[in-house]
Antibody, heavy 120, light 107 residues
Framework: QLQLQGSGPGLVKPSETLSLTCTVSGGSITSSGYYWGWIRQPPGKGLEWIGNIYYTGSTYYNPSLKSRLTISVDTSKNQFSLKLSSVTAADTALYYC????????????WGQGTLVTVSS | AIQMTQSPSSLSASVGDRVTITCRASQGIRNDLGWYQQKPGKAPKLLIYAASSLQSGVPSRFSGSGSGTDFTLTISSLQPEDFATYYCQQDYNYPFTFGQGTKLEIK
C-alpha cells in the first residue's frame, strides 16, 4: 500500500523559506504515469493546489505561487520536496503531499498533512 | 484559472436522506472532475473521478453526474459516517482548482 509522509518545520518566520519533504513508501516515485503534488489548506478553509512534479523533474505550478515556489524530486531517496520563499502569515496552512491517479490528475493517495505556521 | 463554485456551502440533513451537492465550472471542463470527502483532521478522500466513476472501495450510495460546466454529487441514503465536507476539483487544465467546499451536517 502506497504511503506518503510529509515532514518539515512546523514554524517558519515571516520572509523566510518554508521547506517540506514528502517521503514515499510502498511504491516507487519513478512509476510511470503518476504525478506527485502539493496541496494546502489554511485553518478552517478550503483546499488550494500548489503544484505537481513528475519523476523526470517536469513541474507545474500554481501561477499565484509560481514566483516563490520550487518543487523538486529526489528519485534516489524516493522523495519530493517543496520550497516556498518569502512567506507571510497567509502561507500558514496544513500542507498535504499527494499522488495522482494513473489517468487524469485527481489525487488518490495523500499524506497526513504537515501544519506550518508562519509567525515571528 | 477555472473557477469552481459549489452549492450549497452548508447543508443540514438526516440519516437516510437523499442529498445532492452541485459544482459549477466557469468554463467547460468536459468530464474532468472529481469529488472528495474530508473529515475533520483527515486528508481528503477521492470518491468520484471522471465526473461519474466511483473510486474503488467507495460505497455505491455515492454517485456523480454531469459534463461541461455543471456537475452533481448525490448521496442516495445518508449514513452517519457521511457527515463531512465535500469538495469538487477540476483536472481539465492547470492550475487545478477546487470548489470552496460543502459542509454536510446532521439535522
Amino acid at each position: 500500500q502506497l504511503q506518503l509522509q510529509g515532514s518539515g518545520p512546523g514554524l517558519v518566520k515571516p520572509s523566510e523559506t518554508l521547506s517540506l519533504t514528502c517521503t514515499v513508501s510502498g511504491g516507487s516515485i519513478t512509476s510511470s504515469g503518476y504525478y506527485w503534488g502539493w496541496i494546502r489548506q489554511p485553518p478552517g478553509k478550503g483546499l488550494e493546489w500548489i503544484g505537481n512534479i513528475y519523476y523526470t523533474g517536469s513541474t507545474y505550478y500554481n501561477p499565484s505561487l509560481k514566483s516563490r515556489l520550487t518543487i523538486s524530486v529526489d528519485t534516489s531517496k524516493n522523495q519530493f520536496s517543496l520550497k516556498l520563499s518569502s512567506v507571510t502569515a497567509a502561507d500558514t496552512a496544513l500542507y498535504y503531499c499527494a499522488r495522482t491517479m494513473g489517468s487524469g490528475s485527481l489525487f488518490v493517495y495523500w499524506g497526513q498533512g504537515t501544519l506550518v505556521t508562519v509567525s515571528s | 484559472a477555472i473557477q469552481m463554485t459549489q452549492s450549497p456551502s452548508s447543508l443540514s440533513a438526516s440519516v437516510g436522506d437523499r442529498v445532492t451537492i452541485t459544482c459549477r465550472a466557469s468554463q467547460g471542463i468536459r468530464n474532468d472532475l472529481g469529488w472528495y470527502q474530508q473529515k475533520p483532521g483527515k486528508a481528503p478522500k477521492l470518491l468520484i473521478y471522471a465526473a461519474s466513476s466511483l473510486q474503488s472501495g467507495v460505497p455505491s450510495r455515492f454517485s456523480g453526474s454531469g459534463s461541461g460546466t455543471d456537475f452533481t454529487l448525490t448521496i442516495s441514503s445518508l449514513q452517519p459516517e457521511d457527515f463531512a465536507t465535500y469538495y469538487c476539483q477540476q483536472d481539465y487544465n492547470y492550475p487545478f482548482t477546487f470548489g470552496q467546499g460543502t459542509k454536510l451536517e446532521i439535522k
